[in-house]
């Protein structure tokens, strides 16, 4: 048989090369026209409608989390509706991809899309802060299968095609991410009548779009293919259940406490200290019984950390992805504080700077790497230029709005384009095509730690400084425009609120003194923040040195093909021999 650009001659491999297996065909082997069928085009799209509402479901609720509280509520509660999503869309990453592997993953991702309907159809007709948040939660299960894209793109596009199938991909995050603030305000501002339900009853239509999508078109490899003559029972009795409630309980109990420092308890909080340790503890007890135990169907099988490709990977994806959730924190902050003028729709738009600038560079680099090539170090380049411009942002001023915007923006785009590389190159290391679900999943669920560590320093760093900075900075200024002493602790406290009325001695001369003032202890603030991501930018080009070089494998070959309902039951009968097109 003539070889084909997917076939290998391991004796050939050098030393440094990717040598993976596990494929179920070449593209050579199939129908021509398979690549514009309804199943493989009808996928792609179930994987995009999913992706745009699987980061909506946060997105679009976040900006307008206090708008939505003074209608349902107000509730102190109201919190919750971010953190229980946030929660449920990490911690169910690792089993998803785990059970996809065994049983298949048609009717997983189904129920994911399911999930992501129903939350969405109970938050849009919540009369409380309570009902809200049980709709968050479950849309956040859903966004955990959405979110799961990325090994379920891998294994049906060849593999030479995959930094492309990201890109593409990608594109779907600017109506869900990159533009979730502008969306949010405008059903706030245009349409009254809808208000803050409006973004509930979009995340509906994409949702249950997404979900047709999956039911039609999307046939993967069944159990019986994947299988052939085991029985689904043993399965069952072998899957790794202290396994499952290890992870699920200590990634869940110390996330929550990331979570709760700072915001809901102060840090030396006993619940916090107390959910951190748990969790900690959890996780470690995890780690014991997945080294330790004679497990069949480990939940989370060892081997994946021994790959030091696919471990490089993932750290470079998970401080990539770090920077973006941070800065999508910061970076709003900085423009209410700074740059805000009275007109919010333009205000929403300097706020999305970051999410378009991220999504700019993951579509960019998704597309153009196949041509640039070099792929490693198109990773560290990128890494070594984001930080570059992340380290810049330091020099902000007051008056700087133009030039702090445009750093920014180039800023989160490299970081994109690398995090980008990497995410698709965690799929590629993976020496088994036919694990994709486990080593993806596992990948997902540390990829989210280090973001909750990451954003969590991100967030400390600024409150700390804050706190020294406005306390050295603003009493200072106030007084010397002639607030009496007395009145001080009044007017710093009214600083967050903006209700400068009934405070002894305030005058409009002393109340502009103090607004520069505190903008400039912010400056100050943030600086050190910007100054902090060179750490992490630091570490990220290092490990990114580590990463695989991917040429060796950018190859035809397919993990899975997609089949319609005939073939497949042909299929599961073993009467299709290998060669066997599809859809």
Request: a neutral charge; proline letters at 3%; glycine letters at 10%.
């Amino acid at each position: 048989m003539e070889k084909s650009d997917g076939d290998h001659d391991h004796a050939h491999v050098s030393h440094d090369e990717l040598v993976v297996e596990g494929f179920e065909t070449d593209t050579h082997h199939l129908k021509p026209g398979y690549f514009r069928s309804s199943f493989f085009v009808g996928s792609m799209a179930a994987m995009a409608l999913g992706l745009w509402a699987g980061v909506a479901g946060f997105g679009y609720a976040a900006p307008i989390l206090t708008e939505i509280n003074n209608d349902l509520g107000p509730n102190a509660n109201i919190t919750w509706v971010s953190l229980s999503y946030t929660l449920t869309s990490a911690v169910f990453l690792t089993i998803i991809g785990r059970v996809s592997d065994i049983f298949g993953r048609r009717w997983v991702f189904i129920t994911g899309a399911a999930c992501g309907l129903v939350g969405s159809i109970i938050a849009a007709t919540a009369q409380n802060v309570g009902a809200l948040i049980a709709g968050s939660t479950i849309i956040g299960v859903g966004a955990s299968f959405q979110l799961s894209y990325y090994y379920v793109m891998g294994e049906i596009v060849p593999m030479k095609y995959r930094f492309a199938g990201n890109g593409f991909l990608y594109i779907f995050c600017i109506p869900g991410s990159g533009v979730a603030p502008v969306i949010a305000q405008t059903f706030l501002n245009k349409y009254p009548s809808v208000s803050w339900r409006g973004v509930y009853y979009l995340l509906i239509g994409v949702n249950g779009l997404g979900l047709l999508c999956w039911f039609l078109f999307y046939h993967p490899p069944t159990f019986q293919m994947k299988h052939r003559n085991a029985s689904k029972m043993e399965f069952v009795k072998n899957f790794d259940y202290i396994g499952t409630v290890l992870y699920l309980g200590g990634l869940l109990i110390f996330v929550l406490g990331l979570s709760w420092g700072g915001s809901v308890y102060p840090w030396k909080s006993g619940y916090v200290i107390g959910t951190l340790v748990a969790g900690a503890v959890g996780l470690i007890l995890l780690g014991f019984w997945e080294s330790f135990a004679k497990l069949k169907e480990p939940l989370i099988p060892t081997k994946y950390f021994r790959n030091k490709r696919w471990s490089a990977a993932v750290v470079v994806s998970g401080l990539g992805a770090s920077m973006y959730y941070a800065l999508a924190i910061v970076w709003p902050s900085m423009v209410g504080v700074l740059y805000a003028d009275g007109n919010s729709t333009v205000n929403g738009w300097l706020s999305s700077l970051v999410g378009l600038g991220i999504i700019a560079g993951q579509v960019f680099g998704g597309m153009a790497a196949k041509y640039i090539q070099h792929y490693k170090w198109q990773c560290t380049t990128t890494l070594i230029l984001s930080g570059i411009f992340f380290g810049t942002m330091a020099t902000s001023t007051i008056d700087s709005k133009a030039r702090s915007s445009a750093i920014m923006t180039l800023g989160v785009f490299f970081v994109g384009w690398a995090e980008s590389l990497a995410i698709t190159m965690i799929t590629l290391s993976i020496e088994n095509q036919q694990e994709l679900g486990s080593a993806g999943g596992l990948a997902g669920s540390v990829r989210f730690l280090i973001v909750s560590i990451a954003s969590t320093i991100y967030t400390v760093v600024l409150n700390n400084r804050l706190a020294i900075t406005v306390a050295a900075e603003v009493p200072k200024a106030v007084e010397a425009a002639g607030l009496p002493a007395s009145s001080v602790a009044a007017y710093i406290a009214a600083l967050s609120s903006g209700d400068y009325s009934g405070i002894p001695g305030l005058t409009d001369n002393i109340e502009a003194v103090g607004a520069i003032a505190y903008k400039q202890a912010n400056v100050d603030a943030y600086r050190t923040v910007f100054l902090t991501t060179i750490a992490f930018t630091g570490i990220a080009i290092i490990v990114s040195f580590f990463l695989p070089r991917v040429e060796s494998v950018m190859t035809s070959q397919v993990a899975a093909t997609l089949h319609n309902n005939s073939q497949k039951a042909e299929l599961e009968e073993g009467k299709v021999v290998e060669e066997s097109t599809v859809a």
